[in-house]
Each structure stands twice: as structure tokens, then as C-alpha cells.
């Protein structure tokens, strides 16, 4: 049976580079492969996934209105799809998630969803709420503090580098704007 599966992590953890080597190893091996990511995560990248260590690839952008139940089988009529990969899965809707269950469940095709956990105040996205719900395998992939921990947490910062406490959940950056913690030094650095 397909499943559904979530890898989450904090940023910088390797998880769209992560994806992308789950696709060059089905597609080498002569299997299809379907790739998505945010419209809202735009950060100007050449490719619309691209990891940090140098990796991209092109991949469908996902928006509130984008039916994943429909837009994958149209796919999965033409050429048969062995697996679909979703970058920037906390952007996803709790309806989308249900989507992407329904393409395992009844598509038969493996959904792989990458994806933050919680946000800069520790908060669950929707999309990776409703995944820790309901994924069939939960994976955590992981990246280091500073202190050498395993970073779970996601710091947003100014210009200036220092914390921010307060804001809308949703702020696309990169390394220039959150940085990745133990709950330690997160709960440390929001209390200063
Ligand atoms: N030149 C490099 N060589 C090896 N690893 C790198 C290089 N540049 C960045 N990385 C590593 O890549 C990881 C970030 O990968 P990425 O897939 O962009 O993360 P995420 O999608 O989780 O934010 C970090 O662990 C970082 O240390
Ligand atoms: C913590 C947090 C992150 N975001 C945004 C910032 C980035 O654009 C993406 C995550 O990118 P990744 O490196 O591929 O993991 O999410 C946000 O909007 N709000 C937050 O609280
Ligand atoms: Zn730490």
C-alpha cells in the first residue's frame, strides 16, 4: 500500500536536499516522479527547489487554491506516477494534507511531504499539523546548534540579528532571517 510520509525538521536540516536526492534515486532508476513546492516560497532561486548545498530542480507550485487530489491524478492518467514529492509541506492546508492521504490511499502513488515543524514562536504550521496527524511514517531529519544539539527550533531575526518575538507566522527567508536552535538556546534567546 502507498503511504504517506512526513520528514520534518528545523530549517537548514537538509530537507529539500533530502528531496531532491529521493527523486534522482527514483528517476534513475527509469520510475516517474511528480515534484511541488509553495507558491509563496519564492526567494528569487533559479530553480523552484533548491537546497543550499547546490541542488535544484523545477517543481509545480502549490497554492490555497490548488487541488492535489485533482492535479495529480490528471497527471497520473497521462504518464503514471510512482511518487510525488512536496517541498515546503507546512504550507500546505489541513485539506490539502487529506488530498495528499487520498493519492496514497486511493491513488496508490507514495506522496513524500518535507516540511518545518512548528514556526519562529514553537507554533505548529497547519500543513504539518494535520501531517503529524495523519502521515502513516513521521522521519525527523535533523540540523545542529550552535551548541552542538540537535536545533528543533527556528529563530527569526532582524536585520540587526536580533530576535523577533512577534509577527505574522508566514515570512520567507533564508539564513539572512531565521536561524536554526535547541529549544535551549530558542527559549534563551526569546527571553533576552
Ligand atoms: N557546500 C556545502 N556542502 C555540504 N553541505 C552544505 C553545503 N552548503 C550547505 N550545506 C548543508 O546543507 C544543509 C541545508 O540543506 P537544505 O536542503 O537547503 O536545508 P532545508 O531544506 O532543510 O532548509 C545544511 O545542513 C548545510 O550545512
Ligand atoms: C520558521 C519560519 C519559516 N518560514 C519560512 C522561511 C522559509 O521561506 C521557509 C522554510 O524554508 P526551508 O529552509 O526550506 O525550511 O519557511 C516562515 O514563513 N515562518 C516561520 O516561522
Ligand atoms: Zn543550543
Known amino acids: 500500500m502507498a503511504k504517506l510520509y ?7 536540516a537538509g530537507k529539500s536536499t ?3 536526492q529521493a527523486d534522482f534515486n527514483y ?17 528569487g532561486a533559479d530553480k523552484a527547489i533548491e537546497s543550499r548545498i547546490g541542488l535544484g530542480a523545477e517543481a509545480h507550485r502549490y497554492g490555497k487554491a490548488t487541488d492535489l487530489w485533482a ?5 497520473h492518467r497521462v504518464e503514471p506516477l510512482d511518487c510525488v514529492l512536496i517541498d515546503e509541506a507546512q504550507f500546505l492546508s489541513k485539506e490539502q494534507v487529506w488530498q495528499c492521504a487520498r493519492l496514497a490511499d486511493e491513488g496508490g502513488i507514495p506522496v513524500l511531504c518535507y516540511g518545518l515543524r512548528t514556526d519562529f514562536q514553537g507554533e505548529l504550521f497547519p500543513g504539518s ?3 503529524l496527524g495523519i502521515a502513516d511514517a513521521l522521519v525527523e531529519l535533523k540540523a545542529v546548534c550552535h551548541c552542538g544539539r540537535k536545533a ?3 529563530l527569526r531575526v532582524d536585520e ?8 505574522a507566522q508566514t515570512e520567507i527567508g533564508g ?3 531565521y536561524v536554526a536552535l535547541c529549544r535551549k538556546h530558542f527559549s534563551e534567546a526569546l527571553a533576552g
Open 129 to 131: 499539523a494535520a501531517l
Open 71 to 75: 492535479d495529480v491524478m490528471a497527471s
Open 160 to 167: 540587526s540579528g536580533a530576535a523577533v518575538k512577534q509577527g
Open 175 to 177: 539564513n539572512d532571517r
Open 27 to 43: 528517476r534513475e532508476r527509469g520510475m516517474h516522479t511528480m515534484l511541488w513546492t509553495a507558491q509563496l516560497d519564492d526567494r
Open 18 to 20: 533530502t528531496l531532491l
Open 6 to 12: 512526513f520528514y520534518y525538521a528545523s530549517m537548514n
Open 152 to 154: 528543533t527550533m527556528n
